[in-house]
């Protein structure tokens, strides 16, 4: 809802990201981020993207609120805890199914691997004069010449995703 409203408002307003960026003193991608939802800005730069919106913080983050009292600071603040919370969540969920991904890809890649070496390229002895066994073979001895070469790269690359992906803390 913040970052909709962010970009509706500076978008009534005629406001570039970039104009936006310059009246905060921030990065044009920082203003990017707001509006995708990707992250939020704190309670001191959303009381200064009020001002530079000439909106109240409250229309920011979606009440309909006439005047802007002392302790709504605080009801800010638990607002952008809230979002901050559901941001980190979906991160977090992001990162597991990435992980997650790259512990498959892992063990796909090794069955295979494995799948390779007991059947030791069987289409080797095929009878290649009937024209189906020959596609077929030809198909079977392509895929081992490309796995071969590439499975190395994507294993090495999902083992990287798994170190990276793990759990800080």
């Known amino acids: 809802m913040l970052n909709e409203n962010i970009r509706a408002i500076r ?4 406001l570039s990201q970039e104009e936006l960026a310059i009246k905060l003193n921030v990065v044009r ?3 990017s981020k707001w509006e995708q939802g990707l992250s939020v800005p704190d309670s001191d730069m959303l009381l200064a993207i009020s001002e530079a ?4 913080v409250s229309t920011l983050l979606g009440e309909t609120v006439a005047e802007t009292k002392a302790e709504d600071l605080s009801a800010i603040s638990q607002r952008l805890e809230v979002i901050n919370l559901q941001l980190a969540r ?6 597991k199914i990435l992980r997650g991904a790259c512990i498959a890809l892992c063990g796909a890649v090794i069955l295979i691997f494995a799948a ?5 390229s069987p289409y080797l002895s095929w009878d290649y004069s009937d024209p189906e066994t020959a596609v077929v ?3 079977f001895h392509a895929f081992e010449w490309l796995f071969v070469r590439l499975a190395p790269i994507v294993f090495v690359g999902a083992v990287a995703g ?3 992906t793990r759990k800080r803390g």
Do not use: A
């Open 116 to 120: 390779l070496f007991v059947w030791n």
């Open 29 to 31: 991608q920082t203003i």
């Open 53 to 56: 919106l000439e909106t109240p």
């Open 137 to 139: 073979g030809v198909f």
């Open 11 to 14: 978008k009534s307003k005629g």
């Open 90 to 95: 979906r991160k977090d969920m992001h990162r």
């Open 162 to 164: 798994i170190c990276l």
